[in-house]
T-cell receptor, first 111, second 114 residues
Framework: DQQVKQNSPSLSVQEGRISILNCDYTNSMFDYFLWYKKYPAEGPTFLISISSIKDKNEDGRFTVFLNKSAKHLSLHIVPSQPGDSAVYFCAPKAAGNKLTFGGGTRVLVKP | DADVTQTPRNRITKTGKRIMLECSQT?????MYWYRQDPGLGLRLIYYSFDVKDINKGEISDGYSVSRQAQAKFSLSLESAIPNQTALYFCATSEGQGPNSPLHFGNGTRLTVT
């Protein structure tokens, strides 16, 4: 049973528009949430994170929102750029434990 | 030069063969990890090591073994490869386990077992 689900396997968006990636989880012990970005033929790289004591964290064009009561988080990319085309993984962790990765969402930003 | 280097990048092997995937790092991190990626399942942890004398099983360790030869080297072995071990394998390092210590991944090894 997957503890972390990214229900949209793919997303296509026009350059300049907003990309919204969603992630749902079931483990209430998760207290830190990370997003990783992966280009083809490369390993994932850390993108942005949020602590469970916050509901929003922003870093440039990337913002992550956390709704603990709904066990839901989302990543917003505004404005989307062609270089953002990649696979994005949601990866929560519980204290002292390892990351649990979602299945990923492939984003395609069309020029 | 990559901070986390995996060799080989691609490997095709036959069922029943023994195979080793190697990982070396120049980041000076104590913690090293092996993950596999399958379509739609994200990355799943196979084994991890917090220092040279520490080896721990992850969520899918059956059929795999590891060796931490030095702080900078962590290898993954498949003693008798089977087709459902066909996947993309990633090695990763981290400085610590806290939220400010994200994983740093290598570029992966694509393994095909026929």
């Amino acid at each position: 049973d997957q503890q972390v689900k990214q229900n949209s396997p793919s997303l296509s968006v026009q350059e300049g528009r907003i990309s919204i990636l969603n992630c749902d989880y079931t483990n209430s012990m998760f207290d830190y949430f990370l997003w990783y970005k992966k280009y083809p033929a490369e390993g994932p790289t850390f993108l942005i994170s949020i602590s469970s004591i916050k509901d929003k964290n922003e870093d440039g064009r990337f913002t992550v929102f956390l709704n603990k009561s709904a066990k839901h988080l989302s990543l917003h990319i505004v404005p989307s750029q062609p270089g953002d085309s990649a696979v994005y993984f949601c990866a929560p962790k519980a204290a002292g434990n390892k990351l649990t990765f979602g299945g990923g969402t492939r984003v395609l930003v069309k020029p | 030069d990559a901070d986390v280097t995996q060799t080989p990048r691609n490997r095709i092997t036959k069922t029943g063969k023994r195979i080793m995937l190697e990982c070396s790092q120049t980041k000076g991190h104590d913690r090293m990890y092996w993950y596999r990626q399958d379509p739609g399942l994200g990355l799943r942890l196979i084994y991890y090591s917090f220092d040279v004398k520490d080896i721990n099983k992850g969520e899918i360790s059956d059929g795999y073994s590891v060796s931490r030869q030095a702080q900078a080297k962590f290898s993954l072995s498949l003693e008798s490869a089977i087709p459902n071990q066909t996947a993309l394998y990633f090695c990763a390092t981290s400085e610590g386990q806290g939220p400010n210590s994200p994983l740093h991944f290598g570029n992966g090894t694509r393994l095909t077992v026929t």
